[in-house]
């Protein structure tokens, strides 16, 4: 079983920045495959904010196009979540997913992180 540490997140003004990162417990021998941020509001369903793959492709969700950026250092099991210019709909608790397994795909996630945009 993966776990999962998030560290980042927090609170700032309108068009400043956040760094996210989340990275598999010490000692985490699995290999990691796809990982994620998604983010979640109250009475709404959790969303995929961006994905990278192990070799590297990255998908954004169109709200965040051109403004965070999705990274991963595969030797160290970590993702990291660069969020420029936020905007006051981007307020939420974040939660980093990692995809592991072989003969089947197990998800972990992190407890989440929240970020507060203030005008």
């Known amino acids: 079983q993966v776990q999962l540490v998030e560290s980042g997140g927090g609170s700032v003004q309108a068009g400043g920045s956040l760094r996210l990162s989340c990275a598999a417990a010490?000692?985490?021998?699995?290999?990691?495959?796809?990982m994620s941020w998604h983010r979640e509001v109250p009475g709404k369903e959790r969303e995929l904010v961006a994905l990278i793959t192990t070799s590297g492709t990255t998908t954004y969700a169109d709200s965040v196009k051109g403004r965070f950026t999705i990274s991963r250092d595969n030797a160290k099991k970590m993702v990291t979540l660069q969020m420029n210019s936020l905007e006051s709909g981007d307020p939420s608790r974040y939660y980093c997913n990692a995809r592991y397994g072989s003969s089947f795909l197990l998800s972990a996630w992190g407890p989440g992180s929240q970020v507060t945009v203030s005008s």
């Open positions: 010490p000692g985490t021998m699995i290999s990691l495959k796809d």
